[in-house]
């Protein structure tokens, strides 16, 4: 998986997207909305959740040369992952 290549999350209820939220800034990246932008130390993300739908879809844009997309990638998964089994 690349940079830009979107990764979709089903079954995302609200209050797990709250959870999401919050673990993100946790890690010091800020999350507002439903939708949006936010970077931090060179890693910029994209994410769209549909509340409706309960589909929550990240993208990552960008990254520093010393990580690559597939790590950001591996652990958005993982982090999406553990909050749905929470």
Known sequence: M???TPQVFTGITQAQYAKLIEKARAAGMVINGNNGRASRMGVELEWNYCEEKQE????????PFFVSAQDV???????????LRA
């Open 56 to 63: 929550l879809v990240l993208t990552c844009l960008k990254t």
């Open 73 to 83: 990638n591996a652990k958005l998964h993982a982090l999406v992952n553990e909050t």
């Open 2 to 4: 690349t940079a830009d």
